[in-house]
């Protein structure tokens, strides 16, 4: 390991643990909330860029769905300074927030935009590649998240404009540049940087962006804490805590910048994720046990998770999709 590194690396283990506890008492003071609707009144950013470790930043967004106040920035945005350029991950959900949010990376660094990464096939993922492409930065992601903005981009771009109204202006539907299938390492800064595809989880073509050195997962939608995980028509549960018992877990990181939510570590994310799963296709699998119908699988207790901001739009959705499911397992 070179000088310059090992530095890095020794003041990142110095630091990691002071600035997440400084972390922990912001998310107590102006906890991520549905019921705030905006942050950062000076910025179409939902709140300003936080440094979570030394040279990795995230604009963390609203645990609401999106607004017309929120801006539609419901999902955090990051970014990592490598030393020689910078990578963002998500694309944003419009022109805007993307333009926005490299405003706040040239107030803290010199470094050009190089690359960005589409963490999912989210319109709040990839609708702000528009900005980024114009830009002239590079823009990848999972071949199958790719494959779902092109076949639903325009829904994506059609809710957003209905939404956001004149703040969806320029937003337009852009593919990545490349894709890949399981693993995109970044080829240039100072330390290393993996796009991970794990396998199924949220949505088509989840990756996770993990920084070994920093031991440190961008973790996108393949974790939540704060707010309720959704479940699509497209989410397979099962396959999604498989992948975290062979995909997430086994990376070992000590810190997660979630999907949602403020940063965090591990123990958080697998009690509202991991968990949760495991706590609904119980209680689903009970109910069609004894006989219940899809009727009934809405009103199964999932009081436990009632406290989680979207816990009121989305839990007797999650339950209906869960035994639809599981009622052929």
């Not at 600035?19 to 950062?40: G, K, N, W």
């Not at 017309?68 to 020689?84: A, K, P, R, V, W």
């Not at 199958?144 to 004149?166: C, M, T, V």
């Not at 539907?173 to 595809?197: M, Q, R, S």
Request: no cysteine.
């Amino acid at each position: 390991m070179s000088k310059d590194r090992a530095v890095r690396k020794a003041l990142a283990a110095g630091l990691l643990g002071t600035v997440l506890m400084h972390m922990v008492l912001l998310a107590d003071a102006v906890r991520a909330s549905e019921d705030i609707p905006d942050q950062y009144p000076a910025s179409p950013l939902y709140a300003k860029p936080v440094e979570v470790i030394p040279d990795v930043f995230s604009a963390i967004g609203a645990t609401a769905p999106p607004t017309y106040e929120n801006g539609g920035h419901n999902n955090n945005l990051s970014f990592i300074l490598t030393g020689d350029g910078v990578v963002v991950v998500n694309g944003g959900a419009s022109w805007q927030l993307a333009e926005a949010l490299h405003a706040e990376i040239k107030l803290v660094t010199d470094q050009p935009v190089r690359l960005v990464v589409n963490e999912n096939g989210q319109g709040h993922a990839m609708l702000g590649n528009s900005y980024w492409k114009a830009q002239g930065v590079k823009i990848i992601a999972q071949e199958q998240a790719a494959a779902s903005f092109g076949a639903g981009g325009y829904d994506s771009l059609a809710a957003a404009e209905r939404i956001q109204k004149e703040k969806a202006a320029k937003t337009s539907v852009v593919l990545p540049h490349e894709t890949f299938a399981d693993e995109y390492v970044v080829d240039f800064g100072l330390f290393p940087i993996e796009v991970l595809n794990l396998g199924p989880a949220h949505s088509p073509g989840d990756v996770v962006v993990w920084l070994p050195e920093q031991s440190l997962v961008i973790s996108g939608d393949m974790a939540f804490h704060e707010r309720m995980l959704p479940i699509f028509e497209d989410t397979n549960t099962a396959a999604w805590l498989q992948s975290w018992d062979t995909g997430f877990e086994p990376l070992g990181a000590t810190y997660v910048i979630p999907g949602h939510g403020h940063p965090t570590n591990v123990d958080q994310v697998r009690r509202y994720t991991k968990d949760y799963l495991i706590y609904l296709r119980g209680k689903i699998r009970e109910h069609i046990d004894n006989g219940g119908d899809l009727a009934g699988a809405y009103y199964v207790d999932q009081s436990p998770y009632a406290h989680l901001d979207t816990f009121e739009q989305l839990a007797t959705r999650n339950a209906g999709r869960v035994f639809e499911q599981m009622e052929w397992e």
